[in-house]
């Protein structure tokens, strides 16, 4: 592929398409019924969605039904721990937590193709004309890879996206280009809207479309942010605005591009970009770009068609194919699904804010030190099997001076093999209110792209930091998402202590602090 032949045959030795290239299928694809999954290996999340055996990458057409079931799909290689044989894995879940495996969804026409990324809708209005019976007629719209180039297909399901029969019409959309991929569609009024990359190009393609079948080009969105080696997995969407500054009644829109090779960090992140869009053109409030993870392990988001709920894939292209999950037969897990929104922070402008969704049917045992006031104390070993949640609100008194070491700490350790992740908040005032993650202190996996401390300072000290270990998945929160930090971990053995702490707070502030162990959702 063009990427291979390029200039930079050593930064492209990284990029999806090199390892979508290497792998052809070989075992047998299982159709009409779930793949199997041991989801008792050590490494297993509990609560973030993985793939029940195989590898898998970026989320693929949310949507929820009409019966309230979240429908997720994913890439998916069924026959192997790496990345490539590109299918669409899916699962659904009443609550974004507690999933069922379902029947591959989506299957290449042949070994040398693959179904890469793209999105689903509900055709409510049978604007496609499949749909002789069913208010409810799902359609995905999705990249089919070829030796060749990369053209956009559409498939429809008559059984609410269980199952799917290619449009016989396909392709619907073809530019002869080979870097050409990742169709998102939302409804606008009375049209489809398609964001698309033109992922070499450094252009997001905005085409609309009465049917989903025949697509016009509107406009391209070129050239913003960090440009990476490639773009991918454009999204636009309409957000609610909250505490708008404003009052012209703006739509708050969203263009999300996934930037990888080239993230700040290295590998692959997703930038975004609070914009107007009217139908056919999308233009951002300003020229700031916004990142939606200030660690590592968050790419290619999606958002649930017509909901403001979205979902990330928690890894990075530099080193997903060769964690040790794949020792367990399985790779890479989802972030935590998030309910977003947009804040207009004056002159910092809008900002995403992407809230963990309700987490309450994944707690189980409230641990027995909480809802202390955490203020100049430490709570250790708090002890846990599956994972743990831990919650804080912080009040502090307005104008002071914070001493030299006033912080708030969390260590999160295995029983016998000292290792552990650490993190913690600095309201130092010689220092930006500062919220730092190292997860240096764990055996289970190197490599130079791994790298381990991550930060991101904040204007005014938080007010809420919620946490989550999940065996091989950490995130963090800051002020219900306005700051969000997810990071892979790979313990030698399951983390099962932790303590948390703070130093030098003035007088009069208060935190209260809660933890519960998380439900194994497997069991
Ligand atoms: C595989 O499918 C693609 C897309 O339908 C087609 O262009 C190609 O010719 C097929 N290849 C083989 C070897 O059948
Ligand atoms: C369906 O039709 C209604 C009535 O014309 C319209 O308001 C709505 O936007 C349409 N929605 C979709 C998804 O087609
Ligand atoms: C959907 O569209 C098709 C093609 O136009 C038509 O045959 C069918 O009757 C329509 N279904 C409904 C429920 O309107
Ligand atoms: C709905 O229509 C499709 C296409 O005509 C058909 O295959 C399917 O069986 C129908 N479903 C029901 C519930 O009638
Ligand atoms: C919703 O649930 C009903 C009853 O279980 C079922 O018949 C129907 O097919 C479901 N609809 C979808 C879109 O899954
Ligand atoms: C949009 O971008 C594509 C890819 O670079 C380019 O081929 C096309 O000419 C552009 N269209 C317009 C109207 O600028
Ligand atoms: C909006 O701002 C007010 C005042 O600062 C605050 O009390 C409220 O929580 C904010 N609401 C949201 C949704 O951010
Ligand atoms: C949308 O914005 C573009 C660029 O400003 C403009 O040319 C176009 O007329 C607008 N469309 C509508 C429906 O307002
Ligand atoms: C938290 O860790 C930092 C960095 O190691 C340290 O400077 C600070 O004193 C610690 N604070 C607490 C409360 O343990
Ligand atoms: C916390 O400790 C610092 C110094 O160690 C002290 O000045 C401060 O008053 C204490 N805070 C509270 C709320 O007791
Ligand atoms: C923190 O505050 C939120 C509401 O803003 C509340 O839902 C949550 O239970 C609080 N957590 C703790 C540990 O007090």
């Known amino acids: 592929m063009l990427m291979r032949s390029s200039l930079l045959p050593i930064i492209s030795l990284l990029t999806t398409e090199w390892a979508l290239a290497q792998f052809t299928t070989p075992a047998a694809v299982p159709t009409g019924v779930a793949v199997q999954g041991d989801y008792t290996g050590p490494l297993r999340p509990r609560v973030h969605f993985s793939p029940p055996a195989g590898f898998m990458n970026d989320p693929n057409g949310l949507f929820k039904d009409n019966n309230g079931t979240w429908h997720l799909y994913y890439q998916y290689n069924p026959t192997d721990i790496v990345a490539g044989n590109q299918h669409w894995g899916h699962a659904t879940s009443p609550n974004l937590y507690e999933w069922t495996n379902q029947p591959i969804a989506l299957f ?237 922070s004056g002159v910092r402008g809008y900002h995403l804010v992407q809230e963990i969704y309700d987490v309450s049917p994944i707690l189980s045992k409230k641990l027995s030190s909480s809802d202390n006031n955490l203020v100049n104390t430490t709570i250790s070993n708090m002890n846990f099997d599956n994972g743990i949640y831990f919650d804080m609100n912080i ?66 000290p938080a007010k809420r930091i919620q946490g989550m270990m999940d065996r091989s998945v950490f995130e963090v929160y800051i002020d219900n998402g306005a700051v969000v930090g997810t990071m892979d971990v790979y313990p030698t053995e399951p983390f099962t202590t932790l303590s948390v702490g703070s130093r030098s707070l003035p007088k009069g502030s208060e935190i209260t602090f809660s933890a519960w162990e998380l439900k194994d959702v497997w069991a």
Not at 211 to 229: C, M, P, Y
Not at 269 to 282: A, E, R, S
């Open 108 to 344: 290449p026409p042949n070994s040398t193709t693959g179904v890469f990324s793209g999105s689903a809708v509900i055709d409510a209005n049978n604007t496609s004309g499949f749909f002789q019976n069913t208010t409810e007629g799902v359609v995905a719209i999705y990249t089919l890879n070829t030796p060749q180039k990369q053209v956009q297909e559409i498939a429809y399901s008559y059984d609410g996206g269980y199952t799917f029969t290619p449009y016989s019409g396909n392709p619907v959309l073809d530019v002869g280009s080979n870097q050409f991929r990742d169709p998102k569609v939302v409804w606008y009024n009375d049209h489809w809207v398609m964001v698309i990359a033109y992922a070499a190009e450094y252009v997001i393609g905005i085409y609309t479309s009465p049917d989903l079948k025949d697509w016009t080009h509107a406009s391209n969105v070129s050239h913003i942010g960090f440009l990476g080696i490639q773009y991918e997995c454009p999204n636009l969407v309409k957000l609610p605005v909250k505490n708008s500054t404003s009052n012209d009644d703006q739509d708050g829109w969203v263009l999300t591009i996934s930037i990888n090779p080239g993230a700040p960090l290295g590998g692959s992140i997703t930038q975004y970009y609070p914009g107007q869009f009217n139908g056919t053109h999308f233009e951002p409030y300003d020229r700031a770009t916004r990142l939606s993870n200030f660690a590592k392990d968050d790419y290619a988001g999606q958002f649930f068609y017509d909901e403001p709920v979205s979902i990330g894939w928690a890894s990075n292209w530099e080193y997903t194919n060769i964690v040790p999950t794949g020792s367990e037969g399985w790779r890479s897990s989802m972030t935590l699904p998030r309910t977003n929104y947009l804040v207009d």
């Open 395 to 460: 009040t502090l008194p307005s104008d002071v001076t914070f001493s030299a070491d006033a912080s708030i700490n969390f260590t999160i350790s295995t029983q016998t093999s000292r290792e552990c992740v650490k993190g913690g908040y600095i309201l130092a005032s010689s220092t930006p209110y500062t919220i730092w993650l190292d997860r240096g202190q764990t055996d289970g996996f190197d490599n130079p792209f791994y790298t381990d401390k991550f930060s991101e300072s904040q204007l005014k």
